[in-house]
């Protein structure tokens, strides 16, 4: 369903299998013979990881290592000239820096701090696609990023959690005191920027993609409630925002997230260019034009309770 609309596209083709699975991906890069192998794959939400650690490690870890051999034998067969413009691009996340203090942020440099399964295996990815360069020689080159938003966003994420609950008539459940501070950078500026790394960056290089704002999930969830109460009010006339509630915060949630975006901009001219009211009115406006596309979801299990406790009866299931 969300990719019906590139059915018909002569460049698309759709093959539902796993990164993990290295003689299919090993059949695909033989048969298609791409310029670039790009991995946006990952077990990804943090309160997942908390209940099902294991999962991610096979994803994020064993998946990484079996598509990185695959690519590897795909490039080294190339000839030359295919050889020398081929490209691994592994997508990463700001959270394998672990919580930056205020008004600091993690360089390319940076020391990994990862604080939770999720963090921890996409770490574990990095160094693996980092050895496969200097080991084998392999191409590659990786992105971080900071929180991402926009269409197509599953239920699970802090903004269409917050969109889809108080469209059906949910409480808003926002974590401890939600001073946690995110970067936030809207889908589309990602792509911009990964299509410019793709053909531009060096091999071997990291570069760091953000957004142009920074708030508290707090604030995030008031901004989402804002923009529902004009483009969708509530029947009793009082606000969206009148539905918050504070939780219980989740284990080892940490406090802020921040990149050193100055690289990219420096040496590929890349800034994001979406701003968050803007970013967020027009994430609003799609979900209420896709109601279809969510509620097929939440359907299918991907349920808007509360996750990530850590506990063992949750973990079992």
């Known amino acids: 369903m969300t990719l019906a609309e590139l059915e018909q596209h002569c460049g698309h083709r ?46 994020n870890i064993i ?21 020398s413009s081929f490209r ?9 820096y672990g919580p930056a203090e205020p008004g600091m942020s993690a360089a ?15 770490a574990a990815a990095e160094h693996l696609v980092r050895a496969w360069h200097a080991t084998y020689g392999l191409p590659v080159i990786v992105t971080n990023c900071s929180n991402n938003y926009g269409p197509y966003q599953f239920p699970e994420k802090l903004i269409p959690h917050t969109i889809i609950r108080a469209l059906s008539g949910e409480t808003l459940p926002l974590y401890g005191d939600g001073l946690q501070e995110r970067n936030w950078l809207h889908v589309e500026d990602h792509v911009r920027a990964l299509e410019l790394v793709l053909n531009r960056g060096e091999p071997g290089e990291s570069y760091h993609i953000a957004g142009a704002d920074e708030c ?26 009148a539905a918050i509630r ?16 100055r690289k990219i901009e420096a040496e590929l001219g890349f800034r994001a260019t979406t701003g968050l009211d803007d970013g967020l009115r027009s994430t609003v406006a799609w979900y209420l034009r896709n109601r279809a596309w969510w509620s097929d979801l939440v359907s299918r299990g991907y349920a808007l309770d509360r996750i990530g406790l850590g506990t063992p009866e949750r973990a079992a299931r």
């Open 88 to 96: 691994f691009l592994h997508v990463s996340t700001d959270e394998v």
């Open 14 to 59: 759709f093959v539902r299998g796993s990164i993990g699975d290295r003689r299919l991906v090993a059949a695909l890069l033989s048969e298609h013979r791409p310029q670039a192998v790009v991995n946006l794959a990952a077990a990804t939400h943090v309160d997942r990881s908390i209940d099902d650690p294991a999962s991610f490690l096979a994803a």
């Open 63 to 83: 998946g990484v290592h079996e598509l990185l051999e695959a690519s590897r034998h795909h490039w080294s067969a190339l000839p030359a000239t295919e050889r």
């Open 216 to 241: 508290t999930n707090l604030d995030m969830v008031r901004r989402i409630c804002r923009v529902l109460d004009e483009a969708a009010p509530r029947g009793d006339g009082r606000s969206h925002a």
């Open 108 to 122: 390319e440099d940076a020391r990994f701090d990862p604080r939770s399964p999720y963090s921890a295996s996409k």
């Open 246 to 261: 504070h939780v219980a915060d989740r284990p080892a949630h940490d406090r802020r997230y921040a990149l050193d975006a």
